[in-house]
């Protein structure tokens, strides 16, 4: 008899309260989709299996910005602002440094003071270790459980720079990309990749003497997105400004947040988006899947140390011991 099948009985009691909205039962679930264990992961797939018809009707921010931007502050505020105006907010994220060190950057909850002891707000740190291909998977099926939990707003925090960037772009309906005033040569500061994967450049600080400053280099990002090509002939990215200290601008952003999912939806690119992203997802697990054999067969392990000495010594191409390593997965 095989570990998962006593779970399902199990699964199907989970289900049911995590649909109840029952916090304690989310948290497991979460727990059990980031578990390694063989069995945990089979049941982990039944249940989100299970709750797929309960999911895909929040909106999904995606949310980045470079280190002293603000971002927690900002989610803090704009999940309060939310809260208020009658929505349900989880916070989650996509962190490669806690992939290297086994740190998780949310773990400090005090960040997000107001969010952390709300009862209409869920926040999940990103799994303590990894690659960022297996965190930004556990944080998709994160995403899906909280939605079918009753959260009808995820905000995805990526708390790195680069390829976490393209994890969270792919697996939400809109990137908001932060910035700060005043930090020299505004223009500087753009990534090129970072901002033609923005649907929303957002100035924060825009309060007390930055106010102008804020003013100053959102006029210079409006002019070096004209010479960008947007990623949607339906959408051209704005710059908005807001003050995630005093809540000020935060309704602009929200507005802008809902306006571009009304043009997404309008043009059939909403769904279009979120088929392709289901279609990556599938790849990516199954790219985990295969890595995953790779770790857990000995016999297979102790074959790869020997090819990965045989490549390091030059004694064969890194193409052939590739293609010898796939012919032990058949």
Not at 273 to 290: D, F, I, T, Y
């Amino acid at each position: 008899m095989t570990a998962s099948k006593p779970a399902s009985p199990d699964i199907r009691a989970l289900a049911k309260d995590l649909r109840s909205g029952h916090r304690a039962a989310l948290a497991r679930a979460i727990t059990l989709v980031e578990s390694r264990r063989g069995d945990h992961q089979a049941a982990a797939r039944e249940l989100v299996q299970a709750l797929l018809p309960d999911t895909g009707k929040a909106v999904r921010v995606g949310i980045t910005g470079s280190p002293g931007v603000g971002k927690s502050t900002t989610i803090d505020a704009l999940g309060m602002f939310l809260i208020e105006h009658g929505h349900k907010v989880a916070v989650l994220a996509v962190d490669p440094s806690s992939a290297r060190t086994g740190g998780s950057i949310l773990g400090d909850k005090t960040r997000m003071a107001r969010l952390a002891v709300s009862d209409q707000a869920f926040i999940r740190p990103s799994p303590s270790s990894g690659t960022l291909g297996g965190v930004a998977a556990k944080t998709r099926e994160a995403m899906l459980l909280c939605e079918a939990a009753g959260f009808d707003v995820v905000l995805v925090e990526t708390v790195g720079i680069g390829q976490s960037e393209t994890a969270v772009c792919d697996m939400t309906d809109f990137f908001l990309a932060l910035m700060l005033p005043g930090a020299g040569d505004e223009l500087q500061g753009i990534k090129k990749g970072l901002v033609e994967l923005a649907d929303m450049i957002a100035i924060n600080k825009a309060d007390g003497d930055n106010l102008k400053r804020a003013n100053l280099a959102a006029a210079d990002y409006r002019s070096a997105l004209h010479i960008l090509a947007p990623r949607s002939e339906h959408w051209h990215p704005p710059v908005e400004t807001y003050s995630a200290l005093t809540g000020t601008g935060l309704d602009r952003l929200w507005q802008k947040i809902l306006d571009h999912r009304a043009a997404m939806t309008a043009s059939d690119e909403f769904a279009g988006r979120r088929r392709e992203q289901q279609v990556k997802w599938m790849w990516s697990m199954l790219e985990g899947r295969m890595m995953a054999r790779l770790r857990s067969d000995a016999a297979i392990r102790t074959k790869v140390k020997k090819m990965e000495a045989e490549v390091a010594g030059g004694r064969i191409s890194p193409a052939v011991a590739a293609e010898q390593i796939a012919e032990m997965l058949h």
